[in-house]
């Protein structure tokens, strides 16, 4: 059996092998075997939330049943931001938390996202274990009569997210205009509701989610809409977030993108000098511009990086005792709030400093110079190893060879997609961009789609 586990959990296209209703029914009987073990309890306690994608009722459907046919007790938040589920599982002591998500992907593609009882990313010993027992007989537990699970509709999850979040950053945003694009994802509703108790006016697109159009052109992968919104609408700040809202992607008042290497620079320099950076370290991805490295390392402040994933931001984070950290995605972690990756959160926590400091977005942003920085997506249909690809590693030294030093090349392969993924950056701009397009060509002619 192939592995079903990547590094967010398992994605694939809904109800197409692997992603089938059958495997969720099987998943939620062998998550509760496992909780079951790990907790050493015969009452295991889920917490179940999903985004606006089409097939989401069908694989909660199955999964639900799966649960309750072992025993499980579920709370079933319907349509929630990961990160509300995370922390709506910590809240109640839930076992686990599950989230039917596949984030940034468009609809066909959907997900099964577990968390701990911490609202942390699911060890990968308990992946292993639920991969284990999937592959053997069926040994879970088969609840009858009044052991049978049940299913609890939290009605209050969504408000008791909102309190949350507003008591995080009690703002008083009166008097600024606010766009935000939800990207007909998860956060469609909860998200104008949190900008506008603050006091704010809202704009909204990407809030009319159909079940086909999540991330449809819109939202924090594709944030040119909402860059039109806020230079037309002349709005103080625009936010887009991602289908399950865990990314952040910020668009200033003149109009200007600024991802999650300006929130960490930002962030981190505000929070440094005023003793609120444990460690006084951020922990962020090999794919961090290296303006971030400057911007940070300037103000006396040490970079971390790890490969590229939140769940390895988070492990690090958690090993080096930060409370910042992230990636150039906009997936960022404050720790000291959440313990997940929120963009609605990061959203309030970048306009908290811009209340503290009273400087715009726009002027907080100049702590920043980034190097032209080019990603070129080739579609695969095999993942050999980056170096056995002929020629590619002996191209990538000599272009390396050219930088000098004032530049980098990282080839690697999407943990969720079947994407090979090129990043060059360097001085130039259009050098950096003609080496990136020769690299993924030489990927294109041997494994490309």
Not at 225 to 245: I, N, T
Not at 340 to 352: E, H, P, R
Request: aromatic residues 4%.
């Amino acid at each position: 059996m192939t592995r079903l586990f990547g590094t967010d959990g398992i994605r694939g296209v809904a109800n197409e092998e692997p992603l089938t209703p059958d495997l969720a029914f099987r998943v939620g009987r062998q998550l509760v075997a496992t909780l079951a073990l790990e907790h050493g309890t015969d009452r295991v306690r889920l917490v179940i939330g999903r985004d606006t994608r089409l097939s989401g009722p069908l694989l909660e459907a199955a999964l639900v049943a799966g649960l309750l046919s072992a025993g499980a007790e579920c709370y079933a938040a319907g349509v929630l931001p990961t990160p509300a589920i995370a922390l709506l599982t910590k809240r109640l002591g839930a076992h686990g938390g599950i989230v039917l998500s596949a984030s940034h992907n468009l609809f066909e593609d959907n997900g099964i996202k577990l968390f701990s009882s911490e609202g942390t990313k699911f060890p990968d010993a308990w992946e292993n274990a639920i991969e284990q027992r999937l592959q053997g007989d069926d040994s879970a537990p088969r609840a009858r009569g009044a052991r049978i699970g049940r299913l609890i509709a939290h009605t209050r999850a969504e408000a008791e997210y909102v309190e949350f979040l507003c008591g995080c950053f009690p703002l008083d945003l009166s008097g600024l205009t606010v766009a935000l694009d939800c990207a007909h994802g998860a956060t469609y509703r909860v998200a104008p509701r949190v900008f506008r108790r603050l006091g704010a006016r809202v704009l909204t697109i990407g809030t009319r989610p159909d079940g086909t159009n999540i991330n449809a052109e819109s939202g924090a992968l594709h944030p040119e809409r909402l860059q039109r919104m806020v230079r037309a609408k002349r709005a103080s700040v625009g936010f887009a977030f991602d289908g399950d809202g865990d990314r952040l992607i910020s668009i200033d008042h003149t109009g200007e993108i600024r991802d999650g290497d300006y929130a960490l620079a930002i962030a981190g320099r505000h929070f440094a000098p005023r003793g609120r950076l444990k460690g006084n370290v951020i922990v962020t991805t090999v794919m961090a511009n290296l303006g971030l490295d400057q911007a940070l390392q300037s103000a006396g402040i040490r970079v971390v990086k790890t490969q590229v994933g939140d769940r390895y931001v988070h492990e690090e984070m958690e090993r080096l005792g930060a409370n910042l950290g992230g990636e150039q995605s906009g997936h960022l972690l404050f720790l000291d709030h959440s313990p997940a990756g929120d963009g609605i959160l990061s959203a309030l926590a970048l306009l908290s400093v811009a209340a503290e400091t009273g400087e715009t977005l726009a002027s907080l942003a100049g702590c920043l110079s980034k190097f032209p920085q080019v990603l070129r997506n080739v579609a695969v249909r095999v993942k050999p190893p980056i170096e056995s690809l002929t020629g590619l590693a002996e191209r990538v030294a000599a272009f390396e060879r050219e930088m000098n030093g004032a530049g980098r090349i990282l080839i690697r392969y999407s943990g969720t997609e079947p994407l090979a993924r090129v990043m060059v950056e360097g001085a130039d701009g259009a050098r950096v961009g003609a080496m990136a397009e020769e690299l993924a060509g030489l990927i294109r002619a041997q494994i490309g789609e």
